[in-house]
């Protein structure tokens, strides 16, 4: 068994789309990066891959290349999905939290869990999402941006046999 902890952060700003899970969820802001910004889908890939070892999303996806411009974080998922997999590790769980100040996000959660279980090929049950204010402190308490923190449990295929 391997685990793995990722976290992410991105500043909001005007004129972009807020994008969580890969919902583009209604909001008068959105994050601000390289890809789509989609702090939670990032840090999920943070770790997943840090469970295994290899490394960060800025080594394997760096800003500086234009091919990751705007590019669905969903997409780069798949691509750490079939790491992951080609390394003969399969996902027992992934619990994540959300921390925003705003918008509310609960409505958006059932289809964040679908759309990175679909990506992930499991089941939607080892997927948690969780939102979560911190009460006005801090910089996403202040409206400046969102955060995400992912954990992860990978089971070695060679070595544990679980039902996904």
């Given at each position: 068994?391997?685990?793995?902890?990722?976290?992410?952060?991105?500043?909001?700003?005007?004129?972009?789309?807020?994008?969580?899970?890969?919902?583009?969820?209604?909001?008068?802001?959105?994050?601000?990066?390289?890809?789509?910004?989609?702090?939670?889908?990032?840090?999920?890939?943070?770790?997943?891959?840090?469970?295994?070892?290899?490394?960060?999303?800025?080594?394997?996806?760096?800003?500086?290349?234009?091919?990751?411009?705007?590019?669905?974080?969903?997409?780069?998922?798949n691509y750490v999905s079939?790491?992951?997999?080609?390394?003969?590790?399969?996902?027992?769980?992934?619990?994540?939290?959300?921390?925003?100040?705003?918008?509310?996000?609960?409505?958006?959660?059932?289809?964040?869990?679908?759309?990175?279980?679909?990506?992930?090929?499991?089941?939607?049950?080892?997927?948690?999402?969780?939102?979560?204010?911190?009460?006005?402190?801090?910089?996403?308490?202040?409206?400046?941006?969102?955060?995400?923190?992912?954990?992860?449990?990978?089971?070695?295929?060679?070595?544990?046999?679980?039902?996904?």
């Open positions: 068994m391997r685990v793995g902890l990722g976290y992410d952060v991105h500043k909001l700003g005007y004129n972009t789309p807020l994008i969580l899970g890969g919902v583009n969820i209604p909001f008068n802001k959105g994050l601000i990066g390289h890809s789509d910004a989609d702090v939670l889908v990032h840090a999920i890939m943070d770790a997943l891959l840090g469970a295994l070892s290899l490394g960060d999303i800025g080594k394997h996806f760096p800003p500086s290349d234009m091919k990751y411009k705007n590019i669905s974080s969903l997409k780069l998922l079939n790491l992951i997999k080609s390394k003969g590790y399969s996902i027992g769980n992934i619990d994540s939290t959300i921390i925003a100040e705003e918008p509310k996000l609960f409505p958006y959660i059932p289809d964040m869990r679908l759309n990175i279980a679909k990506i992930l090929k499991v089941n939607t049950s080892i997927i948690s999402v969780k939102a979560t204010t911190e009460e006005g402190l801090g910089f996403t308490g202040k409206k400046e941006g969102i955060a995400a923190q992912s954990i992860c449990l990978l089971y070695n295929n060679l070595k544990h046999s679980i039902d996904l």
